[in-house]
């Protein structure tokens, strides 16, 4: 008689998956409240129980052999079901409702944010946790209910559903300061002597694209500064540092106050829009059914 192979605990698994998508046992650690030796330690004993290799242990992140790849392909759908069975049996008809949903940074403070009363008059019963870690989410992540990434087309999965909500305009803003100061200047020469203040994960063929286009010549700049977060290019940017390429949506409450102007004749429409994704088996639930069509109701602009 063949000896049965004994499943390795949910809490191994669970940890492999993690550390497997996020390629790092750090990343991994935050989401489980654990440390990242305590993770390694956790998938160790997973390869262990297994008689495999899952990742190769590299300086500065883990990589998945064909074998972890494979299990990472089979274990997912598994533990996503496990999860959504469990949440249907906890949660009675009347029970409040808990939404995990990732997005971009600026896009949860300067888009999502100022519309939240609005849908908590409409839904009191459903609770969000808003994960902003990923400053550019490009794919819909396992361990959340619905995401929303930046990316040029919908995810090909046919297991996930997405929504198309708005393209990524961007344009060219600075202080009214700044903006006083190139009054005189045309195309490229409008940059002479300026600082520009750029977002690190747009893609580098964006910037290529712009700089192309307005004639922008980087010799002509006096700096160039980075940033790995939108809310940081503004605050700067209002704060006179210099010229931005900002998304249009985002920069709507800085124009409002005026804190931010709009240079004229520097826009960039992007091949890159919004979209808001979750698995397909999860839109028969409820409260994920009402957040997408109350998501698409705000933000969704035609193509």
Known sequence: MVAQQKTPPLRLLRAFCLAARHSSFKDAADRLSLTPSAVSHQVKELEE????????????????????????EDLEPVLESLSAAIARIAQGPAARRRLSVVMPPFFASELFAPLLPDFHQRHPSIDLHIDTSNPRPEQHPHYSDLSVILASQAPDDPNLTAFRLMPLQLVAVAAPSVVASMAEKRGGRMFDNQTLIMHRHFRTDIWDHWAGRVGLELKRLKNV?????????????????????????????????????????????????????????????????????????????AA
Request: one cysteine or more.
């Open 49 to 72: 129980q297994l008689g495999v290799l899952l990742f190769e242990r590299r300086t500065r992140a883990v990589v998945l052999t064909p074998t972890g790849k494979q299990l990472l």
């Open 225 to 301: 500064v980075e940033f790995d977060n939108m809310n940081a290019v503004g605050r700067a940017t209002e704060r006179g540092a210099g010229i931005a390429l900002m998304p249009e949506l985002v920069c709507a409450p800085w124009f409002e106050r005026g804190s931010l102007v709009r240079i004229g004749g520097l826009e960039l429409d992007s091949s890159e829009a919004y979209y808001l994704v979750a698995r397909r088996a999860d839109m028969e639930r409820p409260e994920v059914d009402v957040f997408t069509h109350w998501m698409v109701e705000q933000f969704q602009v």
